[in-house]
């Protein structure tokens, strides 16, 4: 029984990492103001600001019609916050249009064994105010 314990006592002991949440995601969103639409979500995994469960990813939010959101996503564990804006580039921060937001997002395996997530968002300065839902799922 003395191996039972010391077993137990490493396992308790041993790091928990987060699992890798990095790829390609094809996306269905519902946005309060513009209505239905598709994207594409790129996650990618930022390994020196990650640790155990808490990671960092770099992400990208493409969209026909709209344009290419970027950003980045705080996760611990199977939940993260992901904060989304038009590049500077395609006018101020957000856009002429104040297009930027932050979500929050659950992510989980279908019966599948699929990784997907649901993502909600809210956009302070987008037309007075915004929000939407976001289905997608690891291609």
Same mark, same amino acid.
């Given at each position: ?15 928990? #990492?987060?699992? +890798?949440?990095?790829? $390609? ?7 309060? /103001?513009?209505?239905?639409? !598709?994207? !594409? $979500? !790129?996650?990618?995994? =930022?390994? &020196? ?13 493409? $969209?026909? +019609?709209?344009?290419?959101? !970027?950003?980045?996503?705080? $996760? /611990? ?5 992901? /904060?989304?804006?038009?590049?500077? &580039? ?12 932050? *979500? %929050?997002?659950?992510? =989980? ?12 968002? #809210?956009?302070?300065? #987008?037309? *007075? ?5 976001? &289905?997608? %799922? =690891?291609?």
């Amino acid at each position: 029984m003395k191996w039972l314990a010391t077993l137990l006592a490493c396992t308790l002991a041993a790091p928990v #990492f987060a699992m +890798d949440l990095s790829g $390609v995601y094809a996306c269905k969103g519902n946005d309060a /103001h513009e209505g239905k639409y !598709t994207g !594409t $979500v !790129t996650m990618k995994l =930022r390994p &020196e600001h990650s640790k155990g469960k808490d990671a960092s990813y770099d992400f990208q939010l493409e $969209v026909p +019609d709209y344009g290419t959101y !970027t950003g980045h996503a705080a $996760v /611990h564990g199977m939940h993260a916050a992901m /904060h989304f804006a038009l590049p500077m &580039e395609q006018g101020e921060y957000g856009g002429k249009t104040n297009d930027y937001g932050t *979500g %929050i997002a659950e992510f =989980r395996k279908n019966s599948n064994g699929q990784l997907r997530f649901r993502k909600f968002y #809210f956009e302070p300065g #987008f037309k *007075g105010g915004n929000t939407g839902v976001e &289905e997608c %799922i =690891r291609k």
